[in-house]
């Protein structure tokens, strides 16, 4: 499975929207874009997925570039709720034992 | 509401001690899997399974051991648990057809001592 990059830490205002980038320039053709949230303590949450068209559900959009080599998980407009670790990965179903879970990026949202 | 379920959130066991975490899917998933979480390491893989009785190992499954006599039920067992086995343990799912990507449970807080 490829790997992906994101950047350690970012920051937003509260009610702004917040722009989370992923590199995944190995990327093959069959592999979706995942991305997850964990907050404290807690489990990994699904957020959006998708193939190489762009994805809006009721948490957040996917906007994948045309290349498929990287994408962004955009929050529209970010609360105190959305303050977690973010894991952009890369996917395909099956029996998948080699995915490959990065240390995310870690987004604060500020007041 | 689909979930997977492990048994406890906090846990503190003693050194040596024969540690049993359970976790329990009911969304008819195929794959289940087996992490542990610790700071600035990330999710690492323990063990796997993709069927009923089968297992394969994961990059850190020395100390562990698995079970998974029924597709619902995936079990992490530590045979002598040591202090360097203190950590976060995840629990997820996934189908193999479909992409509805893996479901996490709640995790659970292991504290050897």
Same mark, same amino acid.
């Given at each position: 499975d490829a790997k992906t990059t994101q950047p350690t830490s970012m920051d937003c205002a509260e009610g702004r929207a917040a722009n989370l980038p992923c590199n995944h320039s190995t990327i093959s053709g069959n592999e979706y874009v995942y991305w997850y949230r964990q907050i404290h303590s807690q489990g990994p949450q699904y957020i959006i997925h998708g193939l190489k068209n762009n994805e809006t559900n009721e948490m957040a959009s996917l906007i994948i570039t045309e290349d498929r080599k990287s994408s962004?998980?955009?929050?529209?407009?970010?609360?105190?709720?959305?303050?977690?670790?973010?894991?952009?990965?890369?996917?395909?179903?099956?029996?998948?034992?080699?995915?490959?879970?990065?240390?995310?990026?870690?987004?604060?949202?500020?007041? | 509401d689909v979930k997977v379920t492990q048994s406890s959130r906090y846990l503190v066991k003693r050194t040596g001690e024969k540690v049993f975490?359970?976790?329990?899917?009911?969304?008819?998933?195929?794959?289940?899997?087996?992490?542990?979480?610790?700071?600035? =390491?990330g999710l690492r893989l323990i063990y796997?399974?993709?069927?009923?009785?089968?297992?394969?190992? *994961?990059?850190i499954p020395e100390g562990y051991s698995v079970s998974r006599e029924k597709k619902e039920r995936f079990s992490l067992i530590l045979e002598s648990a040591s202090t360097n086995q203190t950590s976060m343990? =995840?629990?997820?799912?996934?189908?193999?057809?479909?992409?509805?990507?893996?479901?996490?449970?709640? *995790?659970?807080?292991?504290?050897?001592?």
């Open positions: 962004t998980l955009i929050l529209p407009h970010a609360t105190l709720r959305d303050t977690a670790v973010y894991y952009c990965i890369v996917f395909k179903a099956g029996n998948n034992r080699k995915l490959i879970w990065g240390l995310g990026t870690s987004l604060a949202v500020n007041p | 975490l359970e976790c329990v899917q009911d969304m008819d998933h195929e794959n289940m899997f087996w992490y542990r979480q610790d700071p600035g =390491l796997f399974s993709y069927d009923v009785k089968m297992k394969e190992k *994961g990059d343990y =995840l629990c997820a799912s996934s189908a193999v057809q479909g992409n509805y990507g893996y479901t996490f449970g709640s *995790g659970t807080r292991l504290t050897v001592v």
